[in-house]
């Protein structure tokens, strides 16, 4: 299966593994695309729901595997979060079930982070494998006794791994929201309209001019399609051929790899296995 888009955009949103790398490496002809939609004025910028390294991080990794990104380049759940919290709780205390790294990027985004139950306004969920019963009952109190809201990062119930996979953020939400009795206002990352509008701002560029290019129905083309955008579903990743027909998610194209993304390209390379569990297939 394979449907080429019909045009270069002027804005492109590239998801990251499975669709510009896989692992440590990049994905066939990712750094030629790329850099040939930049040479041709494309505005581009990487996003990704998965909170444990910074967007920093990340364009240092691109940049090491042939891709020079700068961290501007790059979104994530946490960059999503932060737009969210300035625009719906400016200036609120916020409890953080996350890692290390979460936490700093909070704080120097000048999100004041507290460790005191009652103290906090917001109770903020992310992928954090450091999870325990004291994490658990800090968010209870805070939102049991304190009256504060939940906010997540991401609706990912678990994170792939070359193993298979591990609990993501949705599990430690769950286990918050069963025994506070409330549910998130607010989950941020892909697919939401959240993610979607700090795209579009990084982007400075209205809907109809951005591309999606990722390797999900139900985040990456959800999103895209949820905002007027145009989603490129690319089969190098987590969703498999079979799982698109039928789907209450469907691409406006389907390309087998990033080296079918320009219009005057041709299918030159079969897409890979699907790697892991995925709801997609």
């Not at 990027?105 to 982070?113: D, F, N, P, T, Y």
């Not at 992310?126 to 609706?155: C, H, M, W």
């Not at 320009?262 to 390379?269: A, Q, T």
Request: net charge negative.
């Amino acid at each position: 299966m394979s449907t080429q888009p019909i045009q270069v955009y002027p804005g492109y949103v590239f998801d990251l593994d499975g669709t510009v790398y896989l692992g440590d490496a990049l994905l066939p002809h990712a750094a030629q695309t790329i850099g040939e939609l930049r040479r041709r004025g494309s505005h581009i910028v990487y996003v990704t729901n998965k909170p444990l390294e910074t967007a920093e991080d990340y364009a240092r990794k691109l940049t090491r595997l042939g891709v020079e990104t700068a961290r501007s380049d790059v979104v994530t759940s946490v960059d999503a979060l932060v737009d969210y919290l300035g625009e719906e709780h400016p200036g609120a205390t916020v409890l953080a079930v996350a890692e290390r790294s979460t936490t700093d990027e909070l704080s120097a985004a000048g999100v004041k982070v507290t460790t005191q139950p009652l103290e906090a306004e917001v109770v903020v969920v992310s992928f954090d494998r450091t999870f325990d019963y004291e994490k658990l009952n800090a968010a209870f109190q805070a939102v049991r006794y304190g009256g504060a809201v939940i906010v997540a990062t991401n609706p990912d119930p678990y994170c792939p791994t070359p193993e298979g996979g591990i609990p993501d953020c949705a599990a430690m939400l769950a286990a918050i929201e069963a025994c506070a009795g409330a549910k998130a206002e607010a989950v941020v990352g892909k697919p939401s309209i959240h993610m979607a509008r700090a795209l579009l701002r990084r982007l400075s560029m209205a809907p109809d001019r951005v591309a999606v290019v990722g390797d999900r129905l139900l985040t990456d083309i959800a999103m895209a399609r949820s905002m007027g955008m145009t989603g490129v579903l690319v089969l190098t990743g987590a969703t498999c051929a079979e799982s698109i027909e039928g789907s209450p998610v469907q691409p406006d194209y389907v390309i087998g790899s990033l080296s079918e993304l320009l219009p005057e390209s041709r299918p030159v390379i079969e897409a890979l296995e699907p790697r892991t569990l995925e709801a997609d297939c």
